[in-house]
């Protein structure tokens, strides 16, 4: 957490002070409170970053004092926040511009062949009787034939 935030454990526990009243300050009655923060900062550690979970728990508080595990069991039954996909990374110009000549270098006539030593390699493990997936065994055949095509000039 940044220096600068508010510690989310001092403001649960603060929240938690105005709903329970004297049975909160009762639960910790001649314990360092700042030990008792270290605990549920420790326990609740999962969630710092998390406001909507620790919102559903105070929403959801029982009528006992919770300790931190109770807390805890609050936050994780609430809803899971929806999945987002990353945003695609950003490529630059000049990124583009190598990977367009790159790929002219990989199309032009007479460019050099990918190597074949794992195609070589599953036809090797095929001639000692080795089990070999059907996927493995057309992928290699597929890029023998490129590579045939790519050595007639046809790529």
Same mark, same amino acid.
């Given at each position: ?74 936050? *994780?039954?609430?809803? %899971?926040? @929806? ?6 990374? +950003? ?5 583009? =511009? /190598? ?21 070589? *390699?599953?036809?090797? %493990?095929? @001639? ?6 059907? +996927? ?5 055949? =597929? /890029? ?12």
């Amino acid at each position: 957490m940044h220096e600068s935030a508010p510690d989310f454990v001092v403001q649960i526990h603060s929240a938690l002070a105005v709903r329970y009243g004297r049975r909160w300050l009762a639960m910790w009655a001649g314990l360092d409170m700042e030990l008792v923060r270290a605990d549920w900062r420790r326990v609740l550690h999962d969630y710092a970053g998390n406001p909507t979970a620790v919102m559903h728990a105070l929403d959801n508080l029982p009528e006992h004092v919770p300790t931190a595990s109770d807390f805890r069991a609050l936050c *994780a039954s609430g809803p %899971r926040p @929806a999945w987002q996909p990353l945003p695609a990374p +950003a490529t630059s110009a000049q990124g583009k =511009a /190598v990977m367009r000549e790159l790929l002219a270098r990989l199309r032009a006539p007479g460019a050099a062949v990918p190597s074949l030593c794992w195609a070589d *390699a599953i036809d090797e %493990r095929l @001639a000692r009787g080795e089990h070999v997936s059907r +996927a493995a065994r057309e992928a290699a055949a =597929a /890029v023998r034939a490129r590579a045939v095509r790519a050595r007639e000039g046809g790529l």
